[in-house]
């Protein structure tokens, strides 16, 4: 069954600080995977979107990993702000449709303090 | 940020009520899609559409339908509100890889 798992659910850290978050992911076939930050009552806004061949890309304080062997990405936000509260959704596309099949994480709920 | 709009932004409506949610882009995308979001859960797909009088349901089963008679239009309707229809609702559209999504409407049905 083609699932999306994000860890930890809900994470709280300091202003200031980096964060990890993780996302393991069972989809085949592999197409692309991609970062969502959607804040509160708001729609999902693209942070990073990688494909099988690339195994790291950077957008601003935000940088993503992907391992497609081991079916892994995490999300390293550095020098957190407070701006940065928000849900952050991994989701993978497949490659088995004109679709392209998109199957999202339940997401990681970041609370940033000052 | 996308030029995809939705609205109402909020909606508090009673039962059995007929509801049109909008959605437009103008981007000009062909594919435009709308998805529902509970609390704390994941998106999922009810409906979407690969251009102008195409239109197919998503994946999660829905008693609302579209219509895409327009490029840069694409409302959803509930025919007859009911509570299990609360929810937040999606609209996006894409192109490539990159999907572009509206604010969202909370629906509320009382």
């Known amino acids: 069954k083609n699932q999306v798992e994000q860890s930890p659910q809900s994470l709280i850290i300091l202003e200031g600080k980096n964060c990890t978050l993780q996302?393991?992911?069972?989809?085949?076939?592999?197409?692309?995977l991609r970062w969502y930050k959607q804040d509160t009552g708001r729609g999902p806004v693209s942070l990073t979107i990688?494909?099988?061949?690339?195994n790291t890309k950077s957008n601003g304080r935000y940088t993503a990993t992907l391992d497609a062997d081991t079916k892994q990405s995490s999300l390293h936000i550095t020098a957190s702000q407070l701006s940065d509260s928000a849900s952050y959704i991994c989701?993978?596309?497949?490659?088995?449709?004109?679709?392209?099949?998109?199957?999202f994480g339940r997401g990681t709920q970041l609370t940033v303090w000052p | 940020e996308a030029d995809i709009y939705q609205t109402p932004r909020y909606l508090v409506i009673g039962t059995g009520k007929k509801i049109t949610l909008e959605c437009s882009q103008t981007?000009?995308?062909?594919?435009m899609y709308w998805y529902q979001q509970d609390p704390g859960m994941e998106l999922h797909l009810i409906h979407y559409?690969?251009?102008?009088?195409?239109?197919e349901k998503g994946d999660l089963s829905s008693e609302s339908t579209v219509s895409r008679i327009r490029t840069e239009h694409f409302p959803l309707t509930l025919e007859s509100a009911r509570p299990s229809h609360t929810s937040q609702y999606l609209c996006?559209?894409?192109?490539?890889?990159?999907?572009?999504f509206g604010p969202g409407t909370r629906l509320t049905v009382t």
């Open positions: 996006a559209s894409s192109v490539n890889y990159e999907q572009y």
């Open positions: 996302c393991n992911y069972t989809v085949s076939p592999f197409s692309n």
């Open positions: 990688m494909t099988f061949s690339e």
């Open positions: 989701v993978v596309s497949d490659r088995g449709s004109t679709l392209g099949r998109l199957y």
């Open positions: 981007m000009g995308h062909d594919k």
């Open positions: 559409s690969y251009g102008v009088n195409s239109t």
